[in-house]
């Protein structure tokens, strides 16, 4: 009897001390991430970003970002022209008055992650943009292109393009058919997407 209870003792022992291992390892995992400037983004989408921003993305999939004041409601996107012939083009939506603190390194990881599994938007039909989607539009390669979406919650988007916009003339208007003005425009470097298709 001595020699079963002695042997559960030991063997319980044995499991709480790899249990505090493991915990123990966990521990150290994250300081070690913390001492590296990495972070834990503890939004529902459990993507890691790191203090530096999008400084480790080889290549941003996307050239251009831009702000607008969008209030409930329908809207065009409009594509005047396309210079270079694209097929396609990315476009991301993010509220900027959520809890995400480095926008652009978000939209980096939403854009890459999202595209493999996007399906197009052809031109003409409408789409409803949602904070922190990607959304894959078709365009016309020679000439206009235009999208109506729709935007249920209010506020300041911070938009993400994949080409830059001045290469197709883009305008977001309203259902009076007024310009929404953009603000705080940013280009990037880095983006090396091939034009020809």
């Known amino acids: 009897m001595k020699k079963i209870f002695f042997g559960i003792m030991v063997t319980l022992l044995f499991m709480s001390l790899v249990a505090c291992t493991s915990t123990n ?13 990495i972070e ?36 065009t996107l409009k594509f005047n022209q396309n210079e270079l012939g694209d097929e396609s083009m990315l476009i991301a939506f993010i509220l900027e008055n959520s809890n995400i603190t480095d926008l652009e390194h978000h939209a980096a990881h939403m854009m890459e992650e999202d595209a493999p ?8 039909e409408e789409f ?5 989607y990607t959304y894959l539009l078709a365009l016309n390669t020679e000439g206009e292109s235009t999208f109506t979406f729709t935007i249920s919650q209010a506020g300041r988007y911070r938009i993400f393009t994949e080409h830059h916009p001045d290469e197709f003339g883009m305008q977001i208007l309203t259902e009076e058919d007024s310009e929404i ?7 990037y470097e880095g983006h090396d997407h091939d034009h020809s298709h």
């Open 181 to 187: 003005a953009v603000n705080d425009s940013v280009e």
């Open 128 to 132: 409803e943009a949602h904070h922190e």
């Open 117 to 124: 599994n996007l399906n197009s938007i052809l031109v003409g």
């Open 40 to 75: 834990v983004d503890n939004d529902d989408n459990g993507l890691e970003e790191d203090a530096e921003g999008i400084g480790h993305h080889d290549e941003l999939p996307y050239e251009w970002a831009g702000s607008y004041e969008l209030a409930g409601g329908i809207y």
């Open 25 to 37: 390892e966990e521990a150290a995992k994250i300081e070690e991430q913390e001492a590296g400037g």
